[in-house]
């Protein structure tokens, strides 16, 4: 019997904001332990939450992002359990009225398009963090009240490679919405996985699996890859899976049970009454819709649509935003738009890197780069010749028509001048010249570079093929 | 009132409170009251009336996103019976 394993995940993002979520200390990574906190994100007693509204902000922006529904009411709750990491002994979360909810999130998969739906994204808060050392652990709570948002995925993936593409899609959305930093380094995205088998055709769920607390998504894959055959063997050697928790372990590659509690999953969600509702304003909501970015995706079938650009060009452009719309504002008005994202992906790229500098810096005028391509396009200069405009109208930022007047640049199409030039080449490279005329044709390339190399690079190259051509074999 | 069933060794469990068997007796009669008076606040009759989360009429209470001073790290360790290199020590936790 064939099995299909059935993929849920839980994936939790750090947001971007300056301060914590219900109060003023830091959000930063790296500082000394124990720094960043007051007596709010210690969950020391009397004190009492304020929420962050730009928390709250960039949990609607991602609800936009992944087309969920803002919800008009939203609140929080009190989610108990004990755990050193976390000051309150419960955690404030969103429970039964989350910020965000039923969306989707489409992304390229399998050479084609895929579709996962969101269950919600909904706000919450970090914990600290714990050391483990041989005989106790410490624990540091700056991360403790850092804004965390939990976006909720449906069970719609279904394969360890979709639930990876997934990720970084999702990462890619939120980083582009500049929601998140989503350092994964830094541990700004963690993710709990849950997994169950059943055979193919059956409706029914089989017991769900929770890995816990994945923080990569190589791992995540991993991790998939590990656990799915698992549980098809224990399903197939007819024993029967519980729902349960297990842990992930990099080194050994293997998941393996968490010492679960008996009563650990008794939550007892009640709502925080320290905290007031949360009911967005149509002005509001309008606010953050304004901070609605195109999506990375939408932005690659666009350019790739309107410029008729191949993938890679447009990825290049999703990737570098900056330099993608740099390229949109010349584009609009190329005849060749291909041959426009060729100079800026190719030259104009590697001069930024090279001269450490950036788009905004830049002396020549976008339309140079237009007019640049006109002159090889009208067979004004060389392509050669363009390399050393360009890189001239960089420096000075004058216009490429100007340098090549200026410096006498103009590619040379006087037959009477290219003649004399092929003769001089002929003449000094006697080999060559008797090895073409003895048949080996890849001797005129040889040829013709002497007479772009007399020429300065000047002489038409096609013009300069033909005369040789003629003369070698008249 | 209605005496309501209820696990006291689990409540106590999940509140991490260890309870003589004459406590259990005592606090389980006590909790049994209060469900029972909840119980008796669900004879009301609330047709029309909208639930709500919180007893005040307020929404929308936040603060702006601006970074305040924090306490110095002695003085956040200051009450903490063990520590070392800034950090709270706790027993070794087992996941």
């Known amino acids: ?474 | 009132m209605t005496a309501v069933e209820i696990d006291v060794k689990y409540v106590a469990h999940l509140a991490r409170l260890s309870l003589t068997p004459d406590e259990e007796q005592k606090i389980g009669a006590q909790l049994g009251n209060i469900l029972g008076y909840i119980e008796k606040l669900k004879e009301v009759d609330v047709t029309g009336v909208e639930p709500t989360a919180h007893a005040f009429p307020l929404v929308n209470v936040t603060r702006t996103d601006e970074v305040r001073p924090s306490l110095s790290n002695e003085e956040a360790l200051r009450n903490a019976p063990s520590t070392a290199n800034g950090l709270f020590m706790v027993p070794k936790i087992v996941e």
């Not at chain 1, 788009?359 to 390399?387: C, H, M, N």
């Not at chain 1, 300065?456 to 013009?463: D, R």
């Open chain 1, 1 to 474: 019997m064939d099995y299909e394993a059935v993929i849920g995940l839980e994936t939790h993002v750090q947001l971007k904001t300056k301060s914590k979520m219900w109060c003023g200390c830091a959000n930063e990574f790296g500082a000394p332990p124990n720094t960043n906190v007051c007596p709010v994100c210690l969950g020391l007693p009397g004190v009492l939450p304020v929420a962050n509204e730009e928390a709250l902000r960039l949990t609607a922006l991602t609800g936009l992002l992944l087309n969920c529904t803002v919800t008009r009411y939203a609140k929080f709750d009190r989610k108990n359990y004990f755990y050193p990491d976390m000051p309150k002994n419960y955690q404030i979360t969103q429970y039964d009225k989350p910020s965000t909810i039923s969306g989707w999130v489409d992304f390229e998969f399998n050479g084609g398009l895929a579709r996962v739906r969101i269950t919600r994204a909904h706000l919450e808060e970090d914990v600290g963090k714990n050391f483990h050392f041989d005989r106790n652990s410490g624990v540091d709570f700056n991360r403790a009240g850092v804004p965390l948002m939990e976006i909720v995925s449906e069970p719609d993936l279904t394969s360890p490679d979709m639930a990876y593409e997934y990720l970084n899609a999702l990462k890619d959305i939120l980083v582009y919405g500049g929601v998140s930093a989503c350092d994964m380094e830094k541990g700004m995205v963690r993710c709990d996985v849950n997994v169950s088998v059943r055979p193919k055709g059956q409706t029914e769920l089989g017991a769900k699996i929770e890995i816990k607390n994945m923080n990569s998504f190589s791992g995540v894959r991993k991790a998939l890859e590990y656990e799915i055959p698992r549980q098809i063997e224990v399903v197939k050697k007819g024993g029967k899976l519980i729902q349960s928790t297990r842990r992930w372990d990099d080194t050994t590659g293997i998941t393996e049970e968490m010492r679960t509690k008996e009563h650990a999953h008794d939550y007892r969600y009640l709502p925080e009454p320290d905290l007031m509702p949360f009911q967005p304003t149509d002005t509001w909501l309008e606010e953050i819709r304004q901070r609605v970015v195109e999506l990375p995706l939408a932005r690659k079938q666009r350019f790739m649509r309107d410029y008729q650009l191949p993938m890679s060009d447009a990825q290049t452009f999703v990737w570098d935003v900056p330099l993608g719309t740099y390229f949109e504002g010349i584009a609009r008005q190329a005849k060749n738009p291909k041959a426009a994202a060729n100079w800026v992906i190719n030259n104009l790229r590697a001069k930024l890197a090279e001269a450490q500098v950036t788009l905004p810096d830049l002396k020549f005028k976008p339309a140079g780069i237009l007019e640049l391509i006109d002159l090889v396009d009208s067979g004004k200069i060389s392509t050669r010749i363009a390399q050393e405009v360009f890189a001239e109208m960089f420096t000075t930022g004058e216009a490429p028509a100007r340098i090549v007047e200026k410096k006498g640049l103009a590619q040379v199409s006087d037959t009477a001048a290219i003649e004399k030039l092929c003769d001089e080449a002929i003449a000094a490279s006697p080999g060559p010249a008797a090895d073409f005329k003895a048949g080996k044709t890849a001797a005129l390339n040889f040829l013709k570079g002497q007479v772009m190399k007399f020429s300065k690079g000047k002489a038409n190259p096609a013009l300069a093929g033909e005369i040789l051509e003629r003369k070698l074999k008249g």
